[in-house]
């Protein structure tokens, strides 16, 4: 699912973790404020990005749910905090932006 670079606004729907079959999880270049929503059912998730927007709040931990991410783009937003450290069990993550996150 890419929408990204539409200037959509507001939350990201919660509801968006009812995609369980979602490989590709594109929101780049977007408005979305608040937190992250749990997107830890997206068990089949390879891409996700998020970059960009104006996403609030901790880096979430439910990251470390997603073992076959292999692309994950959180950079510009307005995230604070350390990052987990289930992050390092991500075995198969090979891209990891969080520039100016």
Known sequence: LDVSHNKLVSRLPEDIVALESLRILNLGYND???????????????????????????????????????????????????????LGELTKLEILLLDRA
């Open 32 to 86: 979305f404020t608040g937190t992250i929503p749990d997107l830890g059912g997206l068990k089949h998730l390879s891409v996700l990005n998020l970059h960009r927007n104006h996403f609030s709040g901790e880096v979430p931990s439910f990251l470390s749910k997603l073992t076959d991410l292999v692309d994950l783009r959180l950079g510009f937003n307005v995230l604070k905090g350390s990052l987990p450290l289930a």
